[in-house]
């Protein structure tokens, strides 16, 4: 027999010692009391050595008294079983802390175990979300750098130290979100593109802050009231990061129209006009070109955007991008060969370290995943498998449809809850201070985050008509030509607007072409000139003049006939 070692073998050993200890006392007699603690003492050191040496015969009987052990193991305690305590040992937990959209807060306890994605379904059923695949959990890292929660590791693994604070907001901004099923849904998706426009990250012009912003005063209002708004009753409110009193003299204007609107619509028309923003649903990570140069590369629902000095210079759809890669701090792409190009091309941005190219790199995988598959692809299984392991475990928008178009409950009645009021103090001009801006991944002051004067990033010198096509429901009635549409109205508002910026620019060249063309004479050409002399200079020269006086003539003339009341 093999020997055992372990408390489970000494019983066994002892049980079979106790026969043969008998049947050595009946041929050489009693040798001490049975029972007495001698005894016991000189049986255990005995019992190896008396089975080892054992003749044949006595090994037949060993295995007789043997089958008689199974029943002994029935009571003795064995290794499997637990005592009391341990059966009653309580779970630990850790008490979790979640931001919501509406700069609340909820706190639940989790298990210290458990996955993202238990946290992130007790936070849903909080809100009464059931679409909440468009939406996901953040936390900041040591380096104050914003992370995902991944659903589908454990918590603890995920943040190393520190407490367990999250924000909830959204991870895939919705192409269209007219085809979101609930209004719960799109009044989150605004609170979130209310917070993106404050914070900076989301720019817009002039007239799309003012029409965005009397949506958001008729949603969280309602219908306008002479007795109950009074004066300037949307100073408090916050609809820009420079909002001046122009601003929300606008915004009061526009909301005295909306009578009727009900706050479902009102955040509908929100969205309609807040989808057509350049930066709308752009994921923003800093970066560097091959050159050195400071860039930003934004993810979107169409692919990968590459943008310098506010300006986009690049743009790589998700058919065009073959493979995403990282190495080190280095960010690779690979493209599709063109229609005159023979071969592929990879290109290669340089991250700050390590940890920025893997969180930019998921980033990637996860907005391909939701947006271009049917279905998410299953990670790779094995013991060598080369690469990384990481896939999107989450549903993508193909399936979130599907499982939206059977939602069968009532609408759920939920509270629109007021927005933060500030009392902050105006400055000499009517501007309130802007706030820190906040980039997509905690970096405040980054060049990639300013906005120019009319608040464009990544459109250049484009009219606001090209990529923002503003719409209202109802007539502006301030507006006096009945007779025209009403984005036609707008368009030549935004138009006025422009010029009136270009006038003012100290290095426009209308400037400095109507100066030339007030400026005194020169002494040279101060005497009296004969009726048939021509005048001095070439022909390019005065006709660049008489262009100038004709251009700033037009442009007055033009302002005179739609606008009135403007004044430049």
Known sequence: MTTETGPDSEVKNAQEEAPQQQLEAATHGPTAVPGSREAEANEKPGAQPNARNMEPGTDMEEKDYSET???????TPSKTQKSPQKINKKIKSALCRVTLLD??????????????????????????????????LTFCDSDSQKNWLDPSKEIKKQIRSGLWNFAFTVKFYPPDPAQLTEDITRYYLCLQLRADIITGRLPCSFVTHALLGSY???????????????????????????????????????????????????????????????????????????EGIDIMLGVCANGLLI????????????????????????????IRPGEYEQFEST?????????????????????????????????????????SKFRYSGRTQAQTRQASALIDRPAPFFERSSSKRYTMSRSLDGEFSRPASVSENHDAGAEGEKQDEDGEFGSGRRSETEDEEVTTPTKIKELKFLDKPEDVLLKHQASINELKRTL???NSKLVHR??????????????????????????????????????????????????????L
């Open 69 to 75: 052990d199974g029943l002994s193991d029935k009571t």
């Open 103 to 136: 700069a609340s807060e909820y706190e639940c306890e989790v298990e210290k175990h458990a996955r993202g994605q238990v946290l992130f379904d007790m936070v849903c059923e909080h809100l009464n979300l059931l679409e909440k695949d468009y939406f996901g």
């Open 216 to 290: 958001a005063v008729q949603a969280e209002m309602g219908d306008y009231d002479a007795e109950e708004h009074v004066g300037n009753y949307v100073s408090e409110l916050r609809f820009a990061p420079s909002q001046t009193r122009e601003l929300e003299e606008r915004i009061m204007e526009l909301h005295k129209t909306y009578r009727g609107m009900t706050p479902g619509e009102a955040e509908i028309h929100f969205l309609e006009n807040a989808k057509k923003l350049s930066m709308y649903g752009v994921d923003l990570h800093h970066a560097k070109d091959s």
């Open 307 to 334: 943008y310098r000095d506010r300006l986009r210079i690049n743009r790589f759809a998700w058919p065009k991008i073959l493979k995403i890669s990282y190495k080190r701090s280095n960010f690779y792409i690979k």
């Open 347 to 387: 290109i290669g941005f340089k991250l700050p370290n390590h940890r920025s190219a893997k969180r930019l790199w998921k980033v990637c995988i996860e907005h391909h995943t939701f947006f271009r598959l049917v279905s998410p692809e299953p990670p790779p299984k094995g013991f060598l498998v080369m690469g």
């Open 504 to 506: 003012k620019e100290p």
């Open 514 to 567: 109507d100066r030339d063309r007030r400026l005194p004479s020169s002494p040279a050409s101060s005497s009296p000139k004969h009726e048939d002399e021509t005048p001095k200079g070439t022909p390019e020269k005065a006709s660049e003049v008489c262009s100038a006086a004709c251009l700033t003539d037009e442009i007055k003339l033009f302002i005179s006939c739609w606008a009135p009341g403007l004044c």
